[in-house]
């Protein structure tokens, strides 16, 4: 099979081809750097089936940063038969001289102008056909966003793939050959630039700039990034919760009305296991499904907007304090919705101590799993009136803990990384691209559900119900004598031995927790709320959460932390540490309200 | 107050609003690699746009590209004012 791959600077749309093209839902936004590694898909081409590979984005071949090796490797290691390069059509100018260090490799290549709309809009003008004979490749100009071009750019690619002969990877000798002929580029560049491309002298004043100067505005710009944050968050809350209870109701009734009774032959033992572990378990946490495609919905939004790297612009000086940079803020910002993809973004980084810093405090961002966990809690502890606002400040106690991690750890990941990252005009999403985001959770979830929460619940159903003749849910059951065991170190913080086997599974996946409640607990729906309710106060519920929200990344964020900074003592310092910080602040936290409210 | 036409400016010394041509980029091998991919060449155009609070990050625009760079990156590179 022939395998094509795309390659381009960061931003210009890659993914967004790439998934145009190949049906796949590969992550896009508007921020230089979401793809850090390799993703592959089939695809059908003038009636073959060819590979197309999604690369990270590369300024040019020298590749200094993680994410950028990964390219040269591939580049080098691995047979190409074509390469289709993408370029941000209103930045050609600046973009050409990536295109002919490309073309010098030798491979078979073909252009796509990306982003034709902005182009136009921007007055700049290519002359695709003479372009195409001063390059010797193909160029077709096309929207990968709106689809404008896409048959063009299949044909195209289809006949350089027929064309194209297998020659192998490109060699180191003849990629350092290339790298060294910066100054030809150069010229080569001007003349074509001249030859092919209209520019404007000036760019027209465009509403980005409107938009920036009230968005990066020196009072205003932070302020309105946190209210613009607020505002979302709320609006997942309001819109999210009903939808969420609605789920459970419906849940409820499909219990009640069919499975109940269709389980009603079933041994108790398998009745239990079934319906009070596994449905039960796995319905608390599925009810949370709409909310979080809300939730990623929304982020989909900021993500697609720009609005991240403004983020950035606001956010260095003060991250600089913290030893770390305004990109660390980004990853921060992504990791409340997943950790795993920000501390894998942190590949752009090129100082290793940055990257390590940033790594560490990552996990401590609040993400959509811990969410759930939190919105389950306060809806069930708290006024409806009062419960967005403990989210909220859960929000700021994660940045907090985010702080003093920094601020503690700075010393020892110290680093003088440059910081030059680009900030791309404001865009605005398409619903597809917001869509398909919210369809990549879904199927993130489920591939949860199936690996870890199933497992989960129906682990935390046995060591509740076993060995045979406890009381279920008693301390003679494993899970209580597993709870007494803890009972040392969990009791100063007000958790007791039930949620303690929850905090034990949380740390598989945070969502099981959910599961876990339903299935210690015996309960589901509402009955589960009103039971949480009744056994804890208010103090006893925010220590819990405390320490659910600090206590140890998620086992696929450790394992990510693991293999990004290829050291398992830092993935060691990446559990212990969050652990030691949250029984702290929990502890500080609840005795401290026990002596005030005493 | 007018800034004094000059070769020997500092990027970092620019006032928003103002352009200027850059004559020289002291960096290291990597973060010259890094911006001149960015447009960061002898002779572009540069614009600085506006600074960050708090001594924050310089937004400039060379071209069609928008960049953020901190104050010690913009003082590696040299510009003289139009």
Known sequence: ?598 | MRVMKSKNHRLSELIPGQEALISAVHADEALHHRLAALGFRIGNRIQLMRRGRWAGPLHVRLGATDVILRQTEADLISVSPQ
């Open chain 1, 1 to 598: 099979m022939k395998r094509i791959a795309l390659l381009g600077m960061p931003n210009t749309g890659k993914s967004t081809l790439f998934n145009r093209l190949t049906g796949s839902s590969a992550r896009v936004a508007n921020w230089a750097g979401v793809t850090v590694d390799l993703a592959s898909a089939k695809i059908l081409l003038g009636g073959h089936i060819a590979e197309m590979v999604d690369l990270p984005g590369i300024y040019d071949l020298h590749g200094f940063s993680d994410d950028e090796k990964v390219v040269r490797h591939l580049l080098e290691g691995h047979p190409i038969d074509l390469l289709a390069i993408v370029v941000n059509a209103t930045q050609i100018e600046r973009q050409l001289p990536l295109v002919l260090q490309v073309r010098s490799l030798g491979l078979p290549a073909v252009l796509l102008l990306n982003m034709a709309d902005e182009a136009k809009r921007n007055g700049v003008e290519v002359d695709c056909t003479r372009l195409a004979a001063r390059l010797g490749m193909p160029v077709v100009l096309m929207s990968a966003k709106y689809g404008v071009g896409q048959p063009e750019a299949m044909r195209v690619l289809a006949q350089a793939l027929t064309e194209a002969s297998d020659i192998g990877p490109a060699r180191r000798a003849q990629m350092q050959e290339v790298l060294s002929d910066d100054v030809r580029i150069e010229q080569e560049t001007a003349a074509m630039m001249a030859e092919a491309v209209t520019m404007p002298l000036q760019l027209p004043e465009q509403v980005s700039d409107r938009i920036d100067r009230l968005a990066l505005h020196p009072w205003l710009g932070l302020p309105l990034f946190f209210l613009a944050m607020l505002l979302l968050f709320q609006a997942v809350f309001w819109i999210g919760g009903p939808l969420q209870q609605g789920l459970t109701w419906l849940f409820d009734q499909l219990r009640q009305l069919a499975l109940e009774p269709l389980a009603a032959q079933l041994p108790d033992f398998l009745h239990g296991l079934l319906l009070d572990g596994v449905y039960s378990g796995f319905v608390t946490v599925a009810a949370f499904v709409p909310l979080i495609i809300l939730f990623f919905l929304f982020i989909a939004l900021v993500e697609d907007s720009g609005y991240l790297a403004r983020a950035a612009f606001l956010t260095d000086a003060l991250m600089a304090k913290l030893g770390l940079d305004g990109r660390s803020f980004v990853m921060v910002l992504m990791g409340f919705g997943c950790n795993v993809p920000a501390v894998m973004g942190t590949r752009m980084m090129r100082a290793r101590p940055l990257r390590l810093l940033s790594m560490l405090v990552i996990p401590l961002s609040l993400c959509s799993a811990r969410l759930q966990v939190f919105l389950f809690i306060v809806s069930a502890i708290f006024a409806p009136a009062q419960a967005p606002w403990v989210i909220f400040g859960f929000y700021l106690v994660s940045f907090l803990t985010m702080i003093v991690t920094a601020l503690l750890f700075r010393g020892r990941f110290k680093s003088n990384e440059p910081f030059v990252v680009e900030l791309p005009p404001w865009r605005v999403p398409t619903l597809r691209q917001v869509v398909m985001r919210g369809w990549l959770e879904v199927r993130h979830f489920l591939s949860r559900a199936t690996r870890f929460i199933v497992l989960g619940v129906i682990a935390i159903w046995l060591l509740t119900n076993l060995p045979l003749g406890a009381v279920p849910g008693g301390m003679d059951t494993y899970a209580g004598q597993l709870g007494a065991l803890f009972a040392p170190v969990l009791a100063p913080i007000g958790i007791d031995e039930k949620l303690a086997v929850a905090l034990m599974f949380g740390f598989v996946a945070k969502e099981v927790m959910i599961g876990a409640f339903a299935v210690i607990y015996g309960m589901s729906g509402d009955a589960l709320s009103q039971e949480f309710a009744r056994s804890m106060d208010w103090v006893q519920a925010i220590s819990f959460m405390l320490f659910t929200l600090i206590y140890t990344p998620c086992i696929s964020t450790i394992a990510t932390i693991k293999t990004e900074s290829k050291s398992v003592a830092f993935a060691t310092l990446a559990v212990l540490w969050p652990l030691a910080l949250a029984w702290l602040t929990s502890f500080v936290f609840y005795q401290g309200m026990r002596q005030l409210l005493s």
